[in-house]
């Protein structure tokens, strides 16, 4: 049974400061891994997709890595804002449907 | 539609009744999904659908849910009987095809409360 697993907990840092996420998971048998973003209220948005057969994805100031034989998973996020404030998901495929991890919630401050 | 809808944003209900939850998927997604959170909880995979058949009923909790999708469009959950520990956020999501090479697209979800 695929489990995903996610540290830390919750992350509280200053504007500006670079941040990495992570993500982990038990069976490296996945089709893709997705980063998602979720506001409070509000449904989840995608950040970053990551197939199976590739190592990382780039979006503006989000990073994503993956390290499928280890079962692993780094969100990097560059110059924090406040705005990036939110519950960052990590989810894996493997079976078509997304198993997702308890997320990192994160505050930045001004 | 611009994104996935779902009806409604609120439900309160009685212990006991019956609820239905509404999902309108991007138009053309032939994949939808729902999914279950529960304060401060990650998300609960209930039921994949493709087109209008349903490959996965896996995350169904009990038989007391159930779901359905017509016209590869909108789809229904439905909640019978029910029961305070239903109480969650119901979340769906589309995709054009499987998610295997396609990101997700989620609604804003139906916030149920049972008394």
């Known amino acids: 049974k695929q489990e995903v697993t996610q540290i830390p907990a919750a992350l509280s840092v200053p504007e500006g400061e670079n941040l990495v996420l992570n993500c982990s998971f038990t069976d490296s048998a996945i089709y893709n891994l997705q980063w998602f973003r979720q506001d409070p209220g509000k449904g989840l948005t995608s950040l970053l997709l990551i197939q199976s057969s590739q190592r990382e994805q780039t979006s503006g100031r989000l990073n994503a890595s993956l390290d499928k034989s280890s079962g692993r998973s780094t969100l990097y996020i560059a110059a924090s804002q406040p705005g990036d404030s939110a519950t960052y998901l990590c989810a894996v495929d493997n079976t078509d449907k997304l198993i997702f991890g308890t997320g990192t919630r994160l505050q930045v401050f001004p | 539609g611009a994104g996935v809808s779902q009806s409604p944003s609120n439900k309160v209900t009685e212990k006991g009744k019956d609820v239905e939850l509404r999902c309108d998927p991007i138009s053309g997604h032939t994949a939808l999904y729902w999914y279950r959170q529960r304060l401060g909880q990650g998300l609960e995979f209930l039921i994949y659908?493709?087109?209008?058949?349903?490959?996965?009923k896996s995350g169904l909790p009990s038989d007391r849910f159930s779901a359905e999708r017509t016209g590869e469009s909108v789809s229904t959950l439905t909640i019978q009987r029910t029961q305070q520990e239903d109480s969650a956020v119901y979340l769906c999501a589309s995709s054009l095809a499987r998610t295997g090479r396609q990101k997700l697209f989620f609604g804003s979800g139906t916030q149920l409360s049972v008394l």
């Open positions: 659908f493709q087109g209008n058949s349903a490959p996965d």
